[in-house]
């Protein structure tokens, strides 16, 4: 997918949200789809079991408008956290130009989260995609629980983020970090249009 | 270091906390070295100090084109010393500094502490002083406020005027506000810009970057802003320089002051990012390709540009070599459409890279500007045999070549095929090229190639320039006009280029094998424009001419007594010159394949035995059974179309 289209005028941002089954991936995107005017909403896609977990994944698609002349969409995917959805969550990464990985800051979900961390380099892996050269954030959702249920930023920060990625804590139910994290993911992103040698 | 000429005084705005600066400002550059010196000017950071100095720079200059100016800052200034010290050429140095008319010197603040620069600065200004050269020092805060400096050295700075530039108060916020977006072609609505010059503040720099942020959102989604937007756009922004002027930073994370980043906040932040981050040269090309599609010519190689993914070194000499092009592409499509405007249409004139075709379709428009074929000039008047039965054309023929396009115009010849019209159409039309003064065009052409070269013209959508072709000419000589019958289109073109040529008293020549009257299918425009000349008739070669046409094809041929040949020959009839060169060259080459010499027993052996029937016969047979069929009443001229003519029968 071409990032920044200079002949249409069009930047087109592919961002996936990664993560471990029930971290919040969704509800990231159902907060952003909350605050997002009537006008510039697309419509969102969630295919979603019976029991809120998302099936295959969930597609919002936000029109940012016109951006120093250019028409600037962002397409948010979140891929299905289960073990089990293995091939969804390639096709979904494929093509993605940010990940955003939603960790789970509960205590006892932590090796999930880092399971899911390693599946997602090995995904990227897969692709052939440096997992090193390509924009992520990491997201340290449910940061609003009790704090005897949870771990802090800092422990969080060294169990997943060995990478030092920017980092932000959140609580995507009531919103407090969701924009934060899309603005950081956006950032990188956008940053790397000028970067020599980028995609 | 260059003065930069985007600061003048001109687009510096002036207001409480800066009038006295700009004033004195002022004085030094409209009398440098006399009123203030040396000007010391201080204020915080960004607040206009070196625009000042520019603005002085460039006013001096403007009034002094020898005035040698510098400006430095205190960093170059030390590195420059310690170069020559390095190069042992301290005294040229100083020598150097003592040949500038203005010396301005920024951030001054940074002598602290050294010792050395202090020393040479005070040498300099004591020189520079004494000789009447103005020095102008900017710096973030009075000498006074400059640690670490020698005492002598402070004196020194003080001897002149100091002055400061305060933080801009409320109106004068708003008056730059005002100027920069007036300067970057961004109109807000009322209200708007007085809303962003209420927040306070302490920095010209950081006053213009919370502007910028409100035009990169007034160009998201085109709605204009309402001065309550002001306060959501710059977000938790204002608090923050409201807070510190050095600006505190944006809060990154959840639970910063001021409650999570909303959508709108960060749809600006995105178009600040995109703006820092969307390449500038790839803009510049992306724009250039709009702006030349808009035009309406190919892109191709600046899209080819486009999809490099580092900035190619010389992309502006591409973008300027692509206009270039495209200039010489308008040069070329004018050039070819005042041969033919149809060539307008040419896609090779709509793309830079095909230059080359473009330069051909001009190159053959050209070469289709040319003038229709000449005479051919194997056929001469002085060739050409005179006799009873054509002397009247011949005759008609001179008097044309004598005053072209007067006495008779259009001379019209008629005579059956052969009898040498071509020859005499030639020949009149090379003697009418030597008495226009022999660098003119005359057309001789037949009416088939007239009209081939019509149909071709009608067929590419050039008849426009064909008809050029036409009437740049100065004569016209047409064979075989009998074709033309029948032919409407060919019949009103010709109609339309004999006017044009008859009007401007060019000469006209026709050659048919029969006279204007009888030529059937011809308009009666074109024939009676065709008779209102003179028609002349030229006869099937009279004995006279046979024997003189014999004798002349025969000397060429080695034979037994010629002349009788001749002689003999010419008593035969016939009906065209043609036939006469026809029976020469039977009789020649059956005595070649006998093997006997060329003599009159030979030719009339040769020709008497079975060739008198036929000869003396046919012309008598012909004309019993022309007379029979030339009468209209027996005759079917217009067949009518076959399909509706069998229908009919059918029915």
Redesign the interface.
């Known amino acids: 997918m071409s990032l ?1 289209n ?2 249409t ?1 069009e ?1 087109t941002c592919k961002i996936v949200y990664y993560g471990p089954g029930r971290s919040g991936k969704t509800t990231n995107l159902h907060y ?1 789809y909350g ?3 009537e006008d510039r909403k697309g419509k969102m896609v969630s295919l979603a079991t019976q029991t809120d977990r998302t099936l295959f994944f969930d597609f919002l698609p936000l029109d ?7 028409t ?1 969409k962002f397409q948010l995917y979140t891929v299905p956290g289960q073990v089990y959805y293995q091939t969804t969550r390639k096709l979904v990464l494929q093509g993605a130009d940010g990940v955003v990985f939603v960790a789970d800051s509960q205590a006892r979900q932590l090796d999930e989260n880092i399971e899911s961390f390693q599946d997602l380099h090995a995904n990227l892996a897969d692709q052939g995609v440096d997992a090193r050269a390509i924009p992520l954030v990491i997201q340290y959702n449910k ?1 609003d629980l009790p704090k005897d249920l949870i771990l802090g930023e800092p422990e969080l920060r060294d169990a997943i983020n060995f990478r030092g990625v ?1 980092d ?4 995507a139910l009531h ?6 994290t ?3 993911i ?2 990188l992103v ?5 970067t ?3 995609k | 270091m260059q003065v930069d000429a985007r600061h003048r005084f001109d687009n510096f705005i002036v207001g409480s906390a800066n009038r006295l600066a700009v004033a004195a400002a002022r004085a030094v550059a409209e009398s440098p070295g006399s009123t203030y010196n040396p000007l010391f000017v201080y204020s915080s950071s960004g607040l206009g100090k070196t625009h000042l100095m520019g603005a002085i720079g460039n006013l001096v200059q403007q009034r002094s084109r020898e005035a040698v100016i510098e400006y430095v800052t205190l960093d170059d200034f030390v590195e420059q010393l310690h170069a020559a010290v390095a190069a042992g050429e301290s005294e040229r140095f100083k020598q150097r500094y003592q040949r500038i008319d203005l010396l301005m010197v920024d951030d001054v603040q940074f002598l602290t502490g050294r010792r050395e620069t202090q020393s040479e600065m005070l040498r300099l200004l004591n020189a520079m002083q004494g000789s009447g050269n103005q020095i102008v020092m900017a710096s973030d805060r009075p000498p006074s406020d400059i640690s670490d400096v020698d005492e002598r050295l402070i004196t020194r700075l003080s001897g002149g005027l100091i002055v400061d530039i305060a933080s801009p108060d409320f109106e004068t916020r708003v008056a730059i506000l005002r100027a920069k977006s007036d300067e970057r072609g961004i109109r807000f609505r009322p209200g708007v810009i007085e809303e962003l010059g209420r927040l306070e503040f302490t920095n010209v720099r950081e006053l213009q970057g919370a502007l910028n942020r409100l035009i990169a959102f007034q160009t998201l989604g085109g709605d204009q802003l309402q001065a309550e937007d002001v306060h959501t756009v710059l977000g938790d922004l204002p608090e923050a320089q409201r807070a510190s002027a050095g600006g505190a930073k944006p809060a990154a994370l959840a639970g910063a002051p001021g409650g999570p980043l909303d959508f709108q906040s960060f749809l600006s932040d995105i178009a600040t990012a995109v703006t820092t981050h969307v390449e500038s040269w790839k803009l510049r090309v992306a724009e250039a390709i709009a702006y030349w599609n808009g035009e309406g010519y190919r892109t191709g190689a600046l899209d080819r540009l486009l999809e490099e993914t580092t900035q190619p070194p010389h992309y502006e000499a591409v973008l300027r070599g692509y206009a270039a092009f495209v200039e010489r592409l308008k040069a070329l499509e004018s050039q070819a459409t005042g041969i033919d405007s149809a060539l307008g249409a040419n896609e090779a004139f709509r793309d830079p890279e095909r230059l080359q075709e473009a330069e051909a379709v001009v190159q053959r428009a050209l070469s289709g500007a040319t003038p229709p074929p000449g005479p051919s000039s194997a056929f001469t008047r002085a060739g050409y045999e005179v006799g009873h039965s054509n002397q009247l054309a011949v005759r008609a023929a001179d008097a044309v070549v004598e005053t072209p396009g007067q006495k008779y115009n259009p001379l019209f010849v008629h005579g059956p095929s052969g009898v040498g019209k071509t020859h005499l159409l030639h020949a009149l039309a090379n003697e009418l090229v030597r008495a226009l003064g022999g660098n003119v065009v005359v057309a001789c052409v037949g009416a088939q190639q007239f009209m081939d070269e019509l149909i071709a013209a009608i067929q590419e959508d050039t008849v426009d320039r064909w008809r050029q072709r036409y009437r740049r000419i100065e004569g016209l000589v047409i064979d075989d006009i009998q074709f033309v019958a029948s032919k409407e289109r060919t019949q009103d073109e010709l109609f339309h280029v004999f006017n044009a040529l008859h009007s401007a008293g060019k000469q006209l020549v026709f050659a048919s094998d029969r006279p204007p009257r009888d030529l059937d299918g011809l308009e009666d425009r074109l024939r009676s424009r065709f008779e209102g000349g003179l028609v002349v008739e030229m006869q099937s070669p009279d004995r006279a001419l046979r024997e003189r046409l014999y004798a002349r094809y025969l000397a060429s041929v080695a034979s037994e007594d010629p002349e009788a040949i001749a002689a003999f020959l010419a008593e035969r009839p016939v009906s065209s010159v043609r036939e006469i060169m026809g029976t020469v060259n039977r009789v020649v080459a059956s005595a070649d394949t006998s093997g006997v010499p060329l003599s009159l027993a030979f030719a009339r052996a040769e020709l008497e035995p079975s060739g008198r029937s036929t000869h003396q016969d046919a012309p008598v047979m012909k004309a019993e059974v022309d007379a029979f069929f030339v009468d209209d009443e027996k005759i079917v001229w217009e067949w009518e179309e076959m399909g509706s003519r069998l229908i009919e029968e059918f029915k």
């Open positions: 920044v200079y002949a005028r930047i952003i605050q997002v005017p940012l408008g016109s951006i120093s002349g250019f600037t940061q920017p932000f804590s959140a609580d919103g407090p970090g969701v924009f934060e899309l603005r950081g956006s950032e956008l940053k790397r249009l000028s020599p040698g980028a």
